[in-house]
């Protein structure tokens, strides 16, 4: 097995490491929706994270291109002060704190020169999955409407999203990517490595048809000790009114009734991307914590 590499040594995280990373990953609680093993690999090609471990917990190191700085996140047990300051060396802020963690050091925080602010942007959006599976009472008629048309209009089926059905959910990828400009950032290229990838991953989801035409998928994991269901994306064909609402409404339905929560993850500081968490009525956020170095 290929190990991954002891502090101060990094190297680039693959899905080679996946297994090593899961095996951290299983034990958090935090409900941030980046700790997951999944998650790291499917976002490393992007963000070009470099991974490192410190006793049994994991670093990662990347450059952000949202906020053009060298961050790093640690997942696992809480660091020790010359580690974080090691780290300080080489970058600008230490990202993805979880609130339980930043209540519980506070006062390391301080003590290490170390100033921390609430990092909106990469909330993480929390909804109840009764709710999104229902979508009952009056602050979800618009959203309930769509998916009564969209059933009105056609007679859906589901199939897993796997092996199989892969080559179907990329088909409705394409076809997505066409509808946005080339200037705007968007996950087509996480999304098309992900599926590409599917079968060295353990994720859940499904693809949904109509007269044997695909026309939307979902994929996500069950992680935070099984309280919690993480949606990675959802994708469809805007050609069918009411596709996306049934597609965020089956996901809720396809879960088991242990999982109470469904995590969206977060909006990036995008406004359109904001209001559309919104209009589903979160429950509440997983809220996440920067820490910075002053400069003396």
């Not at 780290?87 to 704190?97: D, K, M, S």
Request: aromatic fraction near 14%; hydrophobic fraction near 35%; charged fraction near 30%.
């Amino acid at each position: 097995m290929k190990l991954i590499p002891k502090f101060p040594d990094f190297q680039i995280l693959t899905l080679d490491f996946y297994r090593e990373i899961r095996e951290v990953c299983l034990a958090l609680d935090s409900g941030i929706s980046e700790f997951s093993a999944s998650c790291l690999c499917i976002h490393s090609p992007k963000y070009g994270y470099k991974i490192s471990r410190w006793e049994d917990s994991l670093i990662i190191s990347y450059f952000s291109p949202y906020k053009k700085r060298n961050e790093f996140i640690f997942l696992g047990k809480f660091p020790c002060g010359e580690v974080i300051s090691r780290l300080f060396e080489t970058h600008t802020c230490w990202t993805h704190i979880s609130e339980k963690d930043f209540l519980e050091n506070e006062g390391k925080f301080i003590s290490w020169g170390l100033r921390t602010e609430e990092d909106r942007d990469s909330f993480d959006y929390l909804y109840f999955r009764e709710d999104l599976a229902s979508l009952s009472g009056r602050k979800f008629h618009k959203k309930k409407n769509l998916v009564n048309a969209f059933l009105a209009a056609h007679s859906p089926y589901d199939r897993p999203l796997d092996e199989t059905t892969v080559p179907h959910a990329l088909e409705i990828l394409e076809k997505w990517n066409k509808t946005h400009h080339d200037n705007i950032p968007t996950d087509y290229e996480i999304c098309k490595f992900t599926l590409e990838n599917l079968s060295r991953l353990e994720l859940m989801g499904k693809v949904i048809y109509v007269d044997d035409v695909p026309v939307g998928w979902y994929l996500g994991e069950i992680f935070e000790q099984n309280k919690m269901f993480c949606c990675h994306f959802e994708k469809a064909d805007s050609d069918y009114k009411g596709a996306f609402q049934y597609v965020n409404r089956l996901a809720a339905e396809s879960l088991p009734d242990y999982v109470h929560l469904i995590n969206r993850e977060q909006d990036l500081g995008d406004e359109g991307l904001r209001q559309a968490k919104l209009t589903y009525r979160p429950c509440g956020f997983v809220k996440k914590i920067a820490a910075f170095k002053d400069s003396v």
